[in-house]
């Protein structure tokens, strides 16, 4: 890692392209935490280290990594120029998303009265609840899958030129609205909505920071920590709940929790690891796949408990983090997923080249460079789009409607209609 700071970033490791930086640092802290834990004896690997495994890990990070050379902060210039209808889209963010909220607070706020634990464990029966009240969960659900969006526009409307179109109280709107994934994620007692939601408003104020002023910067970063430290409360609850009786204490959960992939990707390399050809990460990609050429395929839940036995009788537990790249090799194999983090690695470089200002980015190539950005990002826990790909299906779709907002109307810079 540090050789290919040396050499790719040209010992700049502060400047240059802000994701592929950003990105460095997270797996390079994640190397740093597994070293930590390496010279411990409180968190032990199943198996002999696999250092083959740890090479290919490396590999594909890099190879991950590469992809986001060519986008540059200066260019989100060219994106910030408003599209027709701008107003209205954020307004439909802000809408849903403020719905989806106060449709989860409830179950958030249940989800941490009493033993978090024990309600975790509950799980079952609070999804079914969920479950029950159909569409209203389903829109209430899709909405916060949208909150990387939000703090996207939150972006542009803070980072508009010469003040045309800047509106901080709709981004701070937008912000707020963004906090449904944090919430959506408590209402299932989980911590990830923290995790994702701090990880993804700190890749956005990078992409946007040189385009906004800095007396701005201090009140964003103001912002920020006030709200970072509010998630965090719950955060701390669950974390408190799940391991305060465990052997070596809460505070070796968080080392656990970021910083055990690469033991755990080294223990899933040394198992016969089942293949299950897509179906365990994209799930209704490969049911969509078999309806068109009219085969019956398993689901994920019909394999499921086979799967799991396969690896619970090998003396790994199938469910720890291992990353993405581990998530990918599940399902498709050593090279199938050098192949799949490669073709999304070219996409990448593909969307952020500008061609010299011919090719200027747009507001549409924008978020799904963003949206890209979060497999490897996120992924250094696990492949977080997966189960039922939900996330996958909202967004692309959501960047589908903003690139016909562009088609159909003329851009206009920073009306906000």
Known sequence: MLLYALVVFRAKLFGGPELAKLLWVVYFALGVSAMVIATTDVLTPVYPPNYVAALFLLLCVLIAISGFLGFHARDIGQAIATVRWQGLIETILIG?????????????????????????????????????????????GAAAQLFGASLVFAGIRVAQRNGHGRSVLRACLLVMASLSYVVYILAYVGRDGVVYWLMTALAVFLVFRRHISPRLRWKILALGTAIGTVIMVPFIAITLARFVDSEYGSAWSILDYFGSQIHNFSDYSSIDRPMTLGVMNFPIFVGAACSAVGLDCE?????????????????????????????????????????????????????????GGRRPLTLARLLLIMFLFLVPYWGVFYFRFSIVNGYIVVNLAFIYFVWLMQRLGPQSRGNGR
């Open 96 to 140: 849903i998303q403020l719905y989806s909220i106060l449709f989860f607070l409830p179950f958030a706020i249940s989800s941490l009265v009493g033993d978090a634990n024990e309600n975790r464990l509950d799980l079952v029966n609070k999804m079914e609840v969920l479950g029950s009240y159909g569409l209203a969960n389903t829109v209430a």
């Open 299 to 355: 689901s994920w839940e019909s394999m499921k408990d086979f799967v799991f036995a396969q690896y619970l009788d090998q003396n790994t537990q199938p469910w720890l983090f291992g990353t993405y790249v581990s998530d990918f090799v599940g399902d498709f194999g050593y090279f199938g997923a050098l192949g799949l983090i490669a073709t999304l690695a070219l996409l990448t470089h593909a969307l952020c080249r500008t061609c």
